[in-house]
């Protein structure tokens, strides 16, 4: 279906919003979507002073917010009556509605408040209150913590089993669970799984900090007699088999354990706890009878305890639970416990595999029909003591089977199911996951049909913000993999394949974290991660390459990794408009700086021979340019940006020393990696022309302006000429291909790359639905996503969205309109409301939607061969209402727009 009819109804909408007539007296403005520490109606924050934020809708043109009012109640009555009794901001002059900190009185351990804000619009209307929320405090202080570490203290390689029982003899108001159990844990109250969440606790830097949940369970306790269930699992906590990462020998690792609260508010106002200590129960002969994040699970029904974590439950036979000692190094304090308030891990997604197959007798291959991550829920009838074996891989061996990879004589993704043989019995893990396409299923006594397994996509459930489209069914199938791709690899942290690593390297979300920010909220999501980052560093400043890490401290420090430290954390600010990571981690991150400043030669550059180089460009995996450009230049990008993160907090002596060192790094790139005669950079180890290295002047901004056209020209030569419109990068150069060609005028060229299909190219990977670890059909993983870079294009090229100021309080429109396409369309729910940018166009011309949120200002750049056919909501441009002409340019006429829904036509 065309756009134009769709566009051209919106315009005349559009149009009747604009000129309608303004009812005396009333706001402009409504308020939505109140959040608090980055969440709707949080549950357990641990934060004295939460940050609140909200957004702002308007039909009017030109509204923001004037002053606000913020007011905090203990009751939802007292709110109603438009009182704030813990904190009420009064009317405050400001157009804020991120970031705003509670300054109220002092927050109170498991106590839920109510919130509501009202603010003026642009002239200075007050606005109707908005819907009102809340948020509820986790346990604040150590002191608010009376439950006990508690365990079995031995080694056992079957999960073991924790129970409580106790009895409610009043009627019960509210009921709160605090758990944390290391390295994982599945609750159960009175015979029922607690939640949806799975895979918890968060993996992290054990020793100092771990994480705790905190469920409302008030509607799952019953007056009478009530049990607790806790199974644990190992987790990264305690990882016995070897790994080529040495999880096994982290110094924390010591036998599964648990806390648990569950706190009691009765109805007539008293309160009471049921906590871990040493009066609870363990059994250590459970189903579960072992358990790994890498290597799978072993279950044996006929070792199932019915009623287990039931009141009526006869656990005479079970011995007392020890009371352990608390995570954390010896003879120091324990490590920290703090709230989980990061997007849970659950199951997003149930359905039927595509097919299902017999390639030898009694081997059945279960195809999902593309890559996932999670795993399968299967069902069946067997006799009892029936044991199948299931095994999970993203490729099949020549002869359609599966063979399970070995790591030190342990298979990978390995399942085993022993049935009771009562009935139809039913089968999923716990304690583990995998990244996948097919799965082999042997033992089974039975012919296997697609009815007997259900694919389980699991993964973090990030809040998806972006949306996009176009007219090539190849892009649009590109856009898929990578998001796909990146929410396989969402588990507690961004991983770098959910089959082989599981690991968070930092470098693979460095190259990557545009194309997710685009796509995904991950603001809480990276500042659990960053917490990690901060807990692993070292005195000299150094971080390890992935993290967590079983070895906190230095590393090999490789630039292009390590900078994410800072790169990541701007990129964040750029998107949300919440600066705490950067603050927090402030210290650590000029310690980091400081430490690759003085890793640099005499010139200022970084060695060649530096780790960290251009994995994995197509035809060398370790490239012949070695690491100079890339090291230094994420160097440089790190010291810029660092000199802007000091101006950001006000560190104005730390901004003119870093802008100092910067500059000196700039002058050396462009003096000592610049050949005049062949007008392209190099590196000091002797190489033919590498597009990277061309790349990253243009990715972190040191290339002068005059140098651009030479440069850029080169790069397009190389692909064209040299490479037959294929590209020659890596995991570093690969995210910057695309819009370097586009901004320099060749973005014809860039649509030539991305609509390839042979080696080496997305399209080859586009068979699979997810992005590879590197461009050949004999990738180790398909479920990769440092090369899938492309997708940030998509949305700033092709769209044409791009925020400007943080938070996308500014924001330019630029579409590039390019090869065969007729439409493109994008949409961002954005901290500020929604931004939209959809296109179509066809022999007539141009019409193009652009969607700016309230609080928001944009620059847009039409398309177009003639300035002067420019028309909006069918006016000219120029007269259009609350649009300015800035300039015409090559290709475009260019306007300021306030806030508001645009419809622009052009030839």
Known sequence: MSLRPLLRLAVVTAAILTVSPLVHGQSQLRVSDLRCEHLTEALGVDAQKPRLSWKLQSEKRGQKQSAYRVIVASTKAILESGRG??????????????????????????????????????????SAPGKPSWFETGLLETGAWTAKWIGANVKADASPMLRKSFTLTKPLASARLYICGLGMYEASLNGKKIGDRLLESPDTQYNKRNYYTTFDVTGQLVKGGNALGVELGHGFYDIAETTPWAWNNASWRDHPKCIVQLNLVYADGSRESVVSDETWK????????????????????????????????????????????PPGPKDQPPALLCAHLMPPIRVIQTKKP??????????????????????IRFSGSAPAGTKINVVYHEKLENDKTVKPVQYSGSSLQNYNYTFKGTGVESFEPKFSYGGYRYVQVTGYPAQLTLNNAEVRVVHQDVEVIGKFTCSNPLINQLHENQVRTLLNNFYNKPTDTPMYEKNGWTGDFNFARKSALYNFDLSAFLEKWFHDVGDSQAKDGTIREYIPHPYPGGGANAPPWSSFFLLVPWDMHLFSGDRQVIEEHYEGIKKHGDFLWNKLDANKLASAKTFGPDW?????????????????????????????????LGKENDAAEYERRAQEMKNSLNTLCYDPATKSYKTDMPAPFRQTTNLLPFGFGFIPEDRKADVSSNIAKDVMEVRG???????????????????????????????????????????????????????????????????????????????FAPGFKEITFKPYLLGD??????????????????????????????????????????????????????????KAPGIRHLRDEKGYAVFSVPAGNYHFTAH
């Open 354 to 375: 595509a097919a299902i197959s017999e390639p030898k007798p009694g081997v059945f291959i279960y195809d999902v029909g593309h890559i996932t991550a999670g795993w």
């Open 85 to 126: 009794d813990v904190w009420d901001s009064g009317k405050v002059d400001s157009d804020a509605t991120l970031e705003v900190r509670y300054d109220g009185k002092p927050l109170q351990s498991g106590t839920r408040y109510h919130w509501q804000v009202k603010v003026w619009d642009v002239n200075q209307k007050e």
């Open 725 to 803: 419109g294929h590209l020659e990068t890596g995991c570093i150069g690969t995210q910057y291909i695309l819009p370097v060609l586009t901004d320099n005028g060749h973005g014809e060229v860039a649509y030539q790359i991305i609509t390839k299909t042979k080696f080496p190219s997305w399209g080859l990977m586009a068979q699979t639905g997810t992005n590879w670890e590197s461009w050949g059909l004999g990738a180790r993983s398909r479920d990769h996503f440092w090369l899938g870079t492309y997708e940030e294009w998509l949305y700033s090229h092709l769209a044409g969205i791009r925020p």
């Open 821 to 878: 396409l007729t439409s493109a369309a994008a949409e961002l729910k954005t901290v500020r409301g929604l931004v939209a940018s959809t296109w179509t166009r066809d022999k007539s011309g141009l019409a193009w939607q652009v969607i700016v949120p309230p609080n928001a200002t944009a620059i847009v750049h039409v398309p177009t061969s003639d300035p002067a056919s420019v028309m909006e909501g069918g006016l000219a441009a120029a």
């Open 282 to 325: 363990v059994w250590l002969d459970g189903p579960t009878r072992r358990n790994s994040i890498y290597f799978g699970e072993d279950y044996d029904a006929t070792k199932e305890v019915p009623g287990w974590n039931t009141a009526g439950f006869a656990d005479s036979a079970w011995t007392p639970a020890v009371a352990v000692r």
């Open 616 to 648: 994995q460009c197509p035809h060398n995996e370790n490239p012949p340019e070695g690491s100079q450009m890339a090291a230094s230049g994420h160097t440089y990008g790190y010291i810029q940006t660092l000199a802007e993160a000091a101006k950001l």
